[in-house]
Structure formats: structure tokens, C-alpha cells
């Protein structure tokens, strides 16, 4: 089993729908969660980062963690032709109360969002 | 301009020929890492390192080798390249390795073919 899972999709919506994408992971030693947003024949870019269980909100981007339950979302709202891209989520694993470095990557979920 | 810098952009190899791949980034960073990126599998990482001497292997390191002896420059090394080795490789850097409060810059990548 993998330490992170995320469907690949692909995944296709209108303009304006509102997009729900999602990793679980299984390892609890995770403790920061990312979002990256990688454009065809680019490389990844930092979207989001959050610590903790709950909601962080970034414009249309809200990022969701539950701990308990080992799953993270990422919510586009008025979700955009230019937000047509693949988006991964990455954890990284702490030793005590700091990261380590390594980052775990999910396996990128397509998105296109048709106009 | 801020960036990190891989060379070569496209290579194609045979089996068992060494290659470098060079990674470069301008903005002295401490914190570097080499990716590997494959369809269903989302990015994997190589190697890593947090500062210069200091290097830790990531998910995949077997048939690579990296060195970090001065601060800017990252290279990945394959001493026998294999057709497993076939990918999409990224260099990425960030200010330090606490990679959830710095954002990691990745370079353009590199497409490698081992024949």
C-alpha cells in the first residue's frame, strides 16, 4: 500500500463548478500537508501548506485536513479554464517536532475544467 | 531572476553510460532535492539535502547517486544508467528544509531515455 494515495483521474468540470480533489495517507507521522499545481511540460508549484486539522483559505483554494481520518481536500470554487493542470498533494514526515525533508508525494490528479 | 536550472533539458542514453545531471539554483538555498517523476506514480523523491555535505536519500535512491559540495549546485549522478531509469527527473530547491514554511522552486526538468 502506498503512504499516500490520490486519484488520478482524470478529472473534467465546467467553468464555474466547484472542485473537490483528495489524498488519504496512512503513515500518522505526517504532520505538514501541501498542495501542488504542476502545468503540462512545467515544474510543480507550491499552492498551499497547512499544519494542522481544519480549514485554511487562500482565494478560490481551500485546503482541508482530517487527521483522524488521514485525509486531506483541496476546494476550487469558481473553478477557472486556467486551473486546468495537475494537482498533487505532498506530506512531509516530522522526527520529534521538526520536519525531516523528505516529502511524500500522491500520484497528481488532472484536472481540466472545460469553458 | 530567482530560479533553479537543470541541464540538460532532454537526453537520450544507452545502458550503462554515466551521466550528470546539473542542478543549479541562484537564490542560496540550503534545502535541495531531485524528483522523479513517472505516469501513476506522482513524483518520487531521489535524494535530498539540507544543507551543503548533507545529503539523505529519499523514497527511490537505489542507481543514483547526488554530492553537494557547494552550496548552489545540486548534481544527480547515474554511474550505470538503466531503461528503468527512463523519467522525468525535477531539481528543487527552498531556504530550508522546514519545506511546509518555504516554498520549494522547481526547475524546468530533465527527460531522460535510457536505451
Known sequence: QKEVEQDPGPLSV?????????CTY???????????RQYS????????????????E???FTAQVDKSSKYI?????????????????????TSGSSNTGKLIFGQGTTLQVKP | ??????????????????????????????????????????????????????????DVPEGYKVSRKE??????ILESPSPNQTSLYFCASSLSWQLAKNIQYF???????VL
Open chain 1, 14 to 22: 465546467p467553468e464555474g463548478a466547484i472542485v473537490s480533489l483528495n
Open chain 2, 71 to 76: 552550496k548552489r549546485n545540486f548534481p544527480l
Open chain 2, 1 to 58: 531572476e530567482a530560479q533553479v536550472t537543470q541541464n540538460p533539458r532532454y537526453l537520450i542514453t544507452v545502458t550503462g553510460k554515466k551521466l550528470t545531471v546539473t542542478c543549479s539554483q541562484n537564490m542560496n538555498h540550503e534545502y535541495m532535492s531531485w524528483y522523479r517523476q513517472d505516469p501513476g506514480l506522482g513524483l518520487r523523491q531521489i535524494y535530498y539535502s539540507m544543507n551543503v555535505e548533507v545529503t539523505d536519500k529519499g
Open chain 1, 73 to 93: 481536500s483541496l476546494f476550487i470554487r469558481d473553478s477557472q479554464p486556467s486551473d486546468s493542470a495537475t494537482y498533487l498533494c505532498a506530506m512531509s514526515i
Open chain 1, 41 to 56: 511540460r512545467k515544474g510543480p508549484e507550491l499552492l498551499m501548506y497547512t499544519y494542522s486539522s481544519g480549514n485554511k
Open chain 1, 26 to 36: 496512512s503513515n500518522s507521522a505526517f504532520q505538514y500537508f501541501m498542495w501542488y
Open chain 1, 58 to 60: 487562500d482565494g478560490r
Open chain 2, 107 to 113: 526547475g524546468a526538468g530533465t527527460r531522460l531515455s
